[in-house]
């Protein structure tokens, strides 16, 4: 694989000591990992990469999830449902609109 066409990130709340703290980690951030990994290979986006991050500080919105190099932000990202929503918006090159945190657009 070459250099990523998109970089899903997804705040896992680690803080420099390692341990993880915050609203996203509580509410599950990183059990979604391989949910959205297998999504990835079973709708052919092989372009695509997914990553956890350190605390993304903007927890009063999380979990959150960021898509690159597009700068979109997602908020509540608490569920299969809506992990499918911005999986759907990122295949039709559009934005997941009712959970979107920030975009560049």
């Known amino acids: 694989m070459g250099v990523p066409k ?3 990130l997804v705040c896992a709340s680690f803080r ?3 341990e993880p703290k915050g609203k ?3 509410k599950g951030s990183i059990n979604f990992l391989p949910y959205i990994e ?3 290979i079973d709708r052919g986006l092989s372009d695509v990469i997914v990553s956890s991050t350190c605390c993304l500080k903007m927890c ?3 979990p959150i999830m960021v898509i690159y190099p597009e700068n979109i932000w997602y908020k ?3 569920s299969e449902e ?3 929503e911005i999986l759907d918006a990122l295949e039709n090159g559009s934005v997941a609109k009712s959970h979107l945190l ?3 657009d």
């Open 76 to 78: 509540n990202v608490e």
């Open 38 to 40: 297998n999504e990835i």
């Open 6 to 8: 998109n970089h899903i």
């Open 16 to 18: 420099p000591s390692g």
């Open 60 to 62: 009063d919105d999380g």
């Open 102 to 104: 920030y975009s560049d």
């Open 82 to 84: 809506v992990i499918d």
């Open 24 to 26: 996203c980690h509580r």
